[in-house]
């Protein structure tokens, strides 16, 4: 079975180094690029997404990345998203007062937590549903949180998007309210903690999605 090849979207966001170690540790071949060829040819595409929103999807649209997401998607080819890296996939993000346009994969705003504490940055359990590929077996686990920011609701649902993907399967978590984990939407997967950085759990997430390209 040939290994399979995994792009780290170098856009100048994101802590990529860990990100690449956690995939070659799991069995994926990478490379860290900004390429646009590179990027469309590899099995997967990795988002990382670290910081701003707004600085974030500058960062994307500087190297096309908003491009080749869009193409890989339009293709059936995966993507992952990593917490800004998530958050960038949905339609808006407000920071500060300033709404910035996301890349529209999904609807829906992604927003300031309402929470005693924020940022949100720690360990937390999330809820995963019963359809999960990528949480199968890891319900109990614990994942690693960096954010301030999150989307409360994800209004797409299978009727939306009529085709030959499954219905979204969206996972939960809390912090003084409840947002959205990770989605599981076809060839588009996205978690809002950091896989690289949660340990054992988050490298059974990563090698599951690995798994999912060959």
Not at 28 to 36: I, K, N
Not at 145 to 151: D, N
Not at 183 to 203: C, I, M, R, W, Y
Request: one cysteine or more.
């Amino acid at each position: 079975m040939a290994t399979p090849s995994v792009v780290v979207l170098d856009y100048g966001f994101g802590n990529v180094r860990s990100a690449v170690r956690a995939l070659v540790r799991v069995g994926a071949q990478v490379e860290l690029t900004a390429d646009l060829d590179a990027a469309m040819a590899a099995d997967g595409l990795l988002v990382p997404g670290v910081g701003a929103f707004a600085a974030v999807m500058a960062g994307l649209r500087a190297v096309r990345g908003d491009l080749v997401i869009d193409r890989r998607l339009a293709g059936g080819r995966p993507v992952l998203g990593i917490c800004v890296g998530m958050q960038v996939m949905f339609a808006e993000g407000v920071e500060h007062g300033q709404r910035t346009q996301g890349l529209g994969e999904w609807p829906g705003v992604v927003d300031r937590l309402d929470a005693p504490v924020v940022p949100h940055m720690g360990w937390s359990q999330v809820q995963a549903p019963a359809e999960s590929v990528l949480f199968e077996g890891l319900g109990d686990e614990r994942f690693y949180f960096v954010h301030s920011y999150a989307a409360r609701s994800f209004p797409l649902t299978a009727a939306d998007r009529p085709g030959p993907f499954s219905p979204p399967a969206v996972t939960w978590a809390e912090h003084g309210e409840r947002f959205v984990a990770a989605v599981e939407n076809g060839p588009l997967a996205a978690t809002q903690f950091h896989p690289e950085k949660s340990g054992d759990a988050g490298a059974q997430l990563l090698e599951r999605w690995v798994s999912t390209l060959t």
